[in-house]
């Protein structure tokens, strides 16, 4: 008897469940006589999805490098499941040019000239993942049919979770369905609806929260002044197609460098800008993303907050803090990557041997007056100590005038792209490799159920923010465009703290900020240049809407009692994350009253979850827990799908 399995979105993840699915297969019992069919739903093109569809502007890239872009398996995925080897991004450009197989126009150009440290364009990222899939497809093991529908999963049928219902009207029957939609679009929130009315009646523009590329930016006119908020990647790409986008450009020139090492970039107008006004609650842009490899060997890890440590915390009894019980290892794994580097990448910059400071260090708690000490004794220059609180709040205590503001934060984007491009400034990647790590094992903690449900309301989202701030921030280039737009004037900062409101009389958002001393700034469009928040119950997915009908899943709710008494229920706050609850070990969605029981059939990974992974796609050989993941999910559905309708 044939069976089924539905993967509602065919992006990244989708795809990598696929190939781990296909790759368990045959060691699952799958084969001529006992065959699997395997249908991949969504309405963009497989392989890329939405987010990396080709169908999109040729001037927006990744914000990861060549070569550190792979979608296949290696020797170093601890997980059930067969390992699968394949090329990473720059090895599959390479071969492709080997081959003479560019295809034409502007891809085949781009292929023709990547190196590994270059920045892809998505366009380009959009072939690679379509290479992925098509690569899966010719290997397919006997009695596994994979089919790809180009629609949209609408629901499933009379709430029967065995009949999924596609746009096309077709219906596909399901032994297991996996939800790996990535992240969801979501009708606005109260506050956001009510700021869209009021714009809209006093002819004001505001675009709430959105994929940028999904923003309609030619309804904003040139000329126009425009507020963002938010300083992240969606903000990048809204500059981008605010600037380039209509024409403008940048040219090299000679003189001064912008903390690159290359000169500095000049922007040369297209006459149809806007002028654009950006601020945020950190008030500066993510920091860039590193543009060089570690000179001393890899620093070994996980050293102080790894498998050992979560095994203690999640025996704890009631609960732990992240920011109280797990930070100051997670802190002092990130410092142990950052000097690791520093000392064996620099040794002219410290004071002693790495072993003499190693030695002390692990002894040390982070949070200790002798490891500052330590630290100052060890390591002179003070630029060359990790400094979170730098890193993180670098406008704290800041306030002055508008044209001060920008002199300071031109400044603060220079040196911080200094630091990312220059090799003499490799521990700040020595940082980057260790808070990767942690960020895994803190995944691993919150997905053990260590965590108390106040800590992981606010916590986990203030990690996560700080992680993507440091880690995950635009090549650096952008930043030296975006340097290049103020001092031309047509990017102004507003710095941190930045509240936005509308003054009806006056007909204009009202822009202020805690780091700005004086008038505040008027503007007639708002962009909320950001992801929408997740939440499943405002949904616009017909297919999450449709299996929370059949009562199937429901959006995480957490309750806590601000007052600190179980005999009191006057103080229980209860926070609604918006998530789809998963269980952490196989991906089921959690059901019931306390979203303690797992679902039988239905799987969901991914954004729009509990289990907040990485990226579907990773640097090669660092045992990436999405690969990991993709492989569990893999293991428990050829189980639940072969052993099912017998």
């Known amino acids: 008897m044939t069976r089924s399995v539905v993967i509602v979105g065919g992006g990244p993840r989708g795809t990598g469940v696929l190939e781990r699915i296909v790759a368990g297969a045959p060691g699952a019992g799958v084969d001529a006589e006992h065959p699997l069919d395997v249908h991949v739903v969504d309405p963009y093109p497989a392989g890329a999805g939405r987010i990396w569809r080709t169908a999109q502007s040729e001037l927006l890239w990744m914000n990861s490098m060549a070569a550190d872009v792979t979608m296949w ?29 560019e295809p034409e126009g502007r891809v085949g150009e781009e292929i023709r000239g990547l190196r590994p440290e270059t920045f892809p364009t998505r366009q380009l990222q959009s072939y690679y993942l379509a290479a992925v ?37 077709e219906v596909l029957d399901a032994d297991a369905i996996v939800l790996a939609s990535g992240h969801l679009d979501a009708a606005p929130t109260d506050d956001e609806t009510s700021l869209r009315r009021c714009a809209d009646r006093l002819g004001l523009r505001y675009l709430p929260p959105e994929q940028t590329t999904d923003s309609d930016l030619d309804a ?11 300083m992240g990647l969606a903000f990048v790409d ?21 903390g690159s090492g290359r000169g500095r970039l000049r922007y040369v107008p297209s006459g149809r800008e806007v002028s654009l006004h950006v601020g945020s609650g950190r008030g500066v842009p993510y920091h860039a993303k590193t543009e060089y490899t570690l000179i001393g ?13 979560v095994d203690e915390l999640a025996g704890r009894q009631g609960g732990v803090s992240l920011r109280t019980d797990a930070w100051p290892m997670i802190a002092k794994e990130i410092g142990w990557g950052w000097y690791h580097e520093l ?14 400071f190693a030695a002390a260090y692990t002894e040390l708690d982070w949070y200790s007056a002798e490891r500052e000490r330590l630290v100052a004794e060890s390591v002179p220059d003070e630029a060359d100590r990790l400094d979170f609180e730098r890193l993180d709040r670098p406008l704290d205590g800041v306030r002055t005038d508008l044209e001060t503001l920008q002199k300071q934060l031109r400044g603060y984007i220079a040196d911080d792209l200094a630091r990312h491009v220059d090799p003499a400034h490799t521990e700040e990647l020595g940082a980057f490799t260790a808070m990767l790590s942690a960020f895994m094992v803190s995944v691993e903690l919150a997905s053990r159920g260590a965590l ?52 009806q009389d006056g007909k204009s958002f009202v822009a202020t900020g805690s780091a700005l001393d004086g008038p505040p700034v008027r503007a007639t469009t708002f962009v909320d240049a950001r992801l929408a928040s997740p939440s499943v119950r405002r949904s616009s997915d017909p297919m999450l809407r449709s299996l929370m009908a059949a009562g199937a899943l429901d959006e995480e709710t957490l309750s806590w009692n601000a007052c600190g008494r179980t005999d009191d229920y006057s103080g229980v706050v209860e926070h609604a994350t ?54 569990a999910l893999a293991q428990a559905l050829l189980a639940t799908a072969t052993g099912s309708r017998d």
Not at 347 to 354: A, F, K, L
């Open 73 to 101: 398996t290696d020797d170093t995925v601890r997980m059930d499941g067969p390992i699968v080897p394949g090329p990473s991004l720059i090895e599959w450009a390479e071969a492709v040019r080997a081959a003479g197989e």
């Open 133 to 169: 899939l098509d690569r899966v497809l010719a290997d397919l093991p006997a009695g596994v049919r994979v089919h790809v529908h180009e629609a949209r999963a609408t629901g499933v049928v009379d709430g029967d979770l065995h009949r999924v219902s596609l746009s096309t009207g």
């Open 220 to 230: 904003i006119p040139p000329g126009e002044v425009v507020v963002a908020r938010g």
């Open 238 to 258: 809204l500059m981008v197609l605010l600037f380039e986008g209509r024409g403008g450009s940048f040219v090299h020139e000679e003189g001064d460098d912008d």
């Open 297 to 309: 060997p890899r620093p070994p890890l996980p050293m102080f907050f790894g498998p050992d440590q």
């Open 343 to 356: 000392f064996h990448g620099h040794p002219e910059r410290v004071g002693t041997d790495w072993d003499t």
């Open 452 to 503: 108390t449900a106040k800590s992981k309301a606010r916590d986990l989202g203030w990690w996560q923010n700080l992680f993507s701030s440091m880690a995950s921030g635009p090549p650096g280039p952008r930043l030296r465009q975006m340097l290049a737009l103020s001092r031309a004037g047509f990017l102004t900062f507003l710095g941190s703290g930045l509240s936005v409101e509308i003054d």
């Open 578 to 631: 918006g998530l789809v609850p998963v269980d952490a070990r196989d991906h089921r969605v959690l059901t019931g009253p306390g979203f303690d029981e797992p679902h039988p059939t239905l799987f969901a990974i991914g954004p729009h979850t509990t289990m907040r992974l990485p990226g579907a796609f990773t640097r090669p050989r660092t045992n990436n827990l999405s690969f990991r993941a993709n492989d």
